[in-house]
């Protein structure tokens, strides 16, 4: 490798910097140009019926600026064109965009493309940057600013018999493509000609589209270059500043966001940064961002997972698992001290209106929020903790193991999965805890146990229970009285060989509902030799869930 090669590119800055103190507070113009952009990146690009269901997704989604296609670039993309206008796919609220190279032959072709269209924006570019204009064009700076001046006059011409409202429903994007390798003030230069052919007003405000067309810098610097050409661009309010960055050094989201905090009102991108090379700006990503902070993004991403199966269907792409959001590892920990910062913080929640700010560790937006799942956020191999898995527990199965008793669980789970070398699934993780506690019977059975209610002398009422248990290799018959099914249960043992032993928490809830419901049991002993065991007991009759548990425990 050889670093010497390479020369940073160095950009004018603003007089004084105001975007650094400045905040996103509301979402930009969007406009998706995963139709085209996205769509020419793709080894099999889409047909004209698949790109016909993406654009009822992206509508879906709502957005209302859709790049749809380069019309004059095949037959397939000006059909698909005709098809969206004469089978009135178009949405009122929505307008359809169109890229043509500044080129008055494709030019001519993308106007017979776009007619009867209720509003479109005509995309127009060439390049600008100082690579482009010597091996590509092998032209002056004024002979390009002559090609984007030509094109313009060209689509006017186009324009010329068309009536003043339809007219009205054409508005103008111009790109200096490479506009972030182009001399900053030769960008404005080409720009301010383009608006002067083209004319602007309140009505006819004109989009002048600055993409890091190859992602060369660090985000700041498109900041700056964003905020210089505000600053220096004539009849700014009349100019739609709009970003399409690109993600060559893997930085197009925060270029995006620096860029909207220096001034740009218009965002264009894919979802899931499809797009040549690295791919284009991921508009998901910036706009979940927004809504993390409270901010209404005015895209619906409510059901992300099925706006990513459709998005993986349409373009046979695979989103990354780590990808922000949407990847299958976005809301996953496996770590045993996130495991159970996440498993307190949901349980607070629970106890909290919907509407409570979110503040759960280690998950910036609620998975809820965006269609996702409690129950894939926690997942257990050999790195868990002891939360991880009681969360499973209960979050999946209703069993809400005692914080004193999740160690135990805990140490279990690793254990099987650093012996298996791989995650455990729920399912096993639930029966790896039941065959431990609620079916191990190998030292102390209870083959045959009944009890009955009766009053004492001093009319108190106390439970006797009787019965035929197995300890170790021997079987007793056993009886006793307490004060309910458990503490009889615990006298009648200690008549037996049973080692003596102490109750020293007893945990209880239910479980299901209806005729399904169950009283879930959990009981910790003691031991005349200070050893502590845990036990879990399940049963439809409350009182024998505690004697369960306490079986449980002396199975151990």
């Not at 296609?69 to 178009?90: G, Q, Y």
């Not at 390049?127 to 002056?140: D, G, I, L, M, V």
């Amino acid at each position: 490798m050889n670093p010497s090669k390479y020369r940073p590119v160095v950009q004018p800055v603003p007089s004084k910097r105001k975007w650094p103190d400045n905040r996103i507070t509301k979402a930009p113009v969007w406009c998706s140009v995963d139709l085209r952009d996205g769509n020419q990146a793709l080894i099999d690009p889409m047909g004209i019926e698949t790109k016909l269901a993406y654009f009822d997704l992206l509508v879906k989604i709502g957005f209302k600026e859709i790049e749809i296609c380069f019309p004059s670039a095949s037959d397939t993309e000006f059909d698909f064109c005709r098809r969206l206008i004469e089978e009135n796919h178009i949405p009122e609220d929505v307008t359809i965009q169109v890229l043509c190279q500044a080129r008055e032959h494709l030019i001519r072709r993308t106007m017979e493309a776009i007619k009867g269209a209720p509003s479109v924006i005509f995309h127009i570019y060439n390049s600008t940057s100082p690579a482009q204009r010597k091996y590509t064009f092998n032209k002056s700076k004024e002979e390009i600013i002559g090609i984007a001046v030509e094109g313009v006059k060209c689509i006017k011409e186009c324009m010329k018999d068309l009536s003043d409202d339809e007219k009205k429903k054409i508005r103008l994007e111009y790109s200096p493509e490479s506009f972030s390798m182009t001399e900053l003030d030769y960008a404005i230069e080409i720009c301010e000609a383009v608006k002067k052919e083209w004319g602007t007003s309140a009505e006819n405000k004109i989009i002048f589209n600055l993409p890091t067309t190859v992602e060369c810098y660090t985000p700041n610097v498109y900041a700056d270059s964003i905020e210089y050409f505000a600053e220096h661009i004539s009849d700014r309010e009349n100019v739609i500043i709009s970003t399409h960055c690109h993600n060559d050094r893997g930085t197009g989201v925060a270029e995006c966001e620096l860029a909207l905090m220096a001034g740009a009102d218009r965002v264009e991108g894919c979802l899931f940064g499809n797009g040549e090379r690295t791919g284009n700006l991921d508009i998901v990503t910036v706009a979940l961002n927004m809504f993390s902070e409270g901010i209404d993004p005015k895209l619906d991403f409510s059901d992300l997972p099925e706006i990513a199966d459709a998005y993986q269907e349409y373009t046979k792409m695979d989103i990354p698992p780590r990808t922000p959001y949407a990847g299958g590892l976005a809301y996953t920990a496996l770590s045993g001290g996130h495991q159970d910062a996440i498993a307190k913080g949901l349980a607070a929640r629970s106890k909290m209106s919907e509407d409570s700010v979110w503040d759960v560790p280690y998950l910036l937006i609620d998975p809820k929020d965006i269609g996702r799942k409690y129950e894939g956020i926690i997942r257990i191999n050999s790195q868990s903790g002891k939360g991880g898995a009681s969360f499973i527990l209960e979050h999946n199965y209703g069993y809400a193991i005692p914080k004193a008793m999740q160690p135990a669980v805990g140490e279990l789970i690793k254990s099987e999965s650093d012996k298996a070398q791989r995650e455990l699934q729920p399912e096993e993780i639930l029966k790896l805890f039941e065959e431990k506690w609620l079916f191990n019977r190998k030292i102390l059975e209870v083959l045959d146990l009944s009890s009955s209610q009766m009053e004492n002398k001093d009319k108190e009422e106390t439970v006797a229970v009787r019965g035929v248990i197995r300890y170790m290799e021997n079987q007793f018959i056993i009886g006793g009285n307490g004060n309910g099914p458990l503490d009889s249960f615990v006298a009648a043992l200690r008549e037996t060989s049973v080692p003596a032993f102490n109750i020293t928490a007893f945990h209880e809830h239910s479980v299901g509902q209806g005729s399904d419901t169950h009283a879930i049991a959990y009981v910790q002993i003691t031991k005349e030799d200070g050893s502590i065991k845990w036990g879990v007991g399940k049963s439809s009759n409350v009182g024998r869930a505690g004697v369960a548990a306490v079986v449980s425990a002396l199975n151990q």
